[in-house]
């Protein structure tokens, strides 16, 4: 019996393949993931998908099928204890021949130790893993678990399976919306699947959200002279239900860009409030933490480079509080960082030089090193002068270093770096 006070987006999770929406090329007929649930030959493996595509369902759905014993963890909130208080589980549960399903979402959040606590029972088999990702899994996951997971690469649902999803929640008295009387354009639907944005939890929350914003209205049924309730979904409500369920943002499509142009304006202007705000903006949308530390991280560089030399251990420490602590702690580490940066001086004397740099390669990359500048690692290189005239540095004075060049004849004399003193 579902709960009706549940999240919609729980009440309406398919229960088994047949409900299942998308992702054809993994479970549909005679598809590699459909024939190992039907075989009952699921091992350990990787869900890697973006938001809303069907990774928490279809592991539900394979535990389902398969009848193991589906545990669930966090990985924002779980740690080694919890692992090896359901490895323990797990090992009962072999005795009585049930095998485990361990599913932890958000594995790329695990830190080392946790997934090093983890191998030992998935190489033994005495847990079937699970792991959901939005992130390449082979820069977040270790490669010893790694190797040990098949990766199955799930994508964005296609408009075609949001208007499905969202015709049958309309239609759902039991779990969905069909005693709401929600009047939906067929425009009106595709103007919801769109910003809905291949995300099929961002659809749901809307469509929760949308009957408590509808205005009602009186409509007569045919051949009945009894009148029903209708609420009428019009575009602005669903901007607003977007709003409200999801602060209007979305981490793939154009306002994920958007914000991220807005922080990244903010803080080159100097303008920390702004920074904070849109910051704030990001991450209550669901913004994965990382992705904004690594913009920080860049920024320093970028836009403060020489100017101030503490700008970029600053940002990498705020990546790596990030990655140790996850959300919600790790957003005052964020705030701390930006506001830093806003308050910085700025310098994009380094980024400039680079870009001049990279122009003059990619006209002159066939120059030759000089030979004062090649090392001498043999006989025949010594005999050729590869070395001769160079002068060590370290034991010369200043003087005498600063009559060697360091560049080809070609490029004698040639200054990219412009640094105001």
Sequence with gaps: MQNKSAPLAERMRPKNLAEFVGQKHLVGEGKILQQLIAQDQVASCLLWGPPGSG??????????????????????????????????????????GRRTI????????????????????????????????????????????????????????????????LN???????????????????????????LSNGDARTLLNALEVLPKICS???????????????????????????????LFYDRQGEEHYNLISAFHKSLRGGDANAGLYWLVRMLEGGEDPL?????????????????NSLALPQATAAYDACRFLGMPECALNLAQATVYMAKSK???????????????VKKTGHLPVPLHLRNAST???????YGQGYKY?????????????????????????????
């Design 102 to 165: 361990l599913f932890i979402d958000e594995i790329h959040r695990f830190n080392k130790s946790q997934q090093d606590a983890l191998l030992p029972y998935v190489e033994k088999g005495k847990i079937i893993l699970i792991g959901a990702t939005t992130e390449n899994p082979s820069f977040t996951v270790n490669n010893a678990l790694l190797s040990r997971c098949r990766t199955f690469i799930l994508n964005s649902l296609l408009d075609k399976d949001l208007l499905k999803i």
């Design 379 to 385: 006989e025949l290189m010594r005999e050729l002068g």
């Design 393 to 421: 540095t370290p034991k010369v004075s200043a003087e005498e270093n600063k009559k060697q060049t360091f560049l080809p004849p070609e490029l004698k004399n040639k200054k990219w770096l412009n640094i105001k003193k």
């Design 55 to 96: 990774k928490t369902t279809l592991a539900n759905i394979i535990a389902q099928e398969t009848k193991a014993d589906f545990q669930q963890l966090n990985a924002t909130e779980a740690g080694v204890k919890e692992i090896r208080k359901i490895a323990r589980q797990a090992t009962d549960n072999l005795r009585s």
């Design 168 to 194: 049958k929640v309309l239609k759902d008295k039991e779990n969905g919306l069909g005693k709401e009387n929600l009047v939906i354009s067929d425009k009106n639907k595709r103007y919801l699947v769109t």
């Design 291 to 307: 992705y904004i530390a690594r913009r920080l991280i860049r920024f320093a560089s970028e836009d403060i480079g020489l100017a």
């Design 216 to 246: 009602t209205s009186r409509a007569k049924e045919k051949g009945k002279s009894k009148s029903i309730s209708q609420k009428i979904v019009r575009r602005r409500d669903i901007e607003e239900a977007m709003q409200k369920s999801n």
């Design 346 to 360: 700025k310098s994009i004397a380094l980024y400039e030089a680079y870009q001049k740099v990279t122009e003059t």
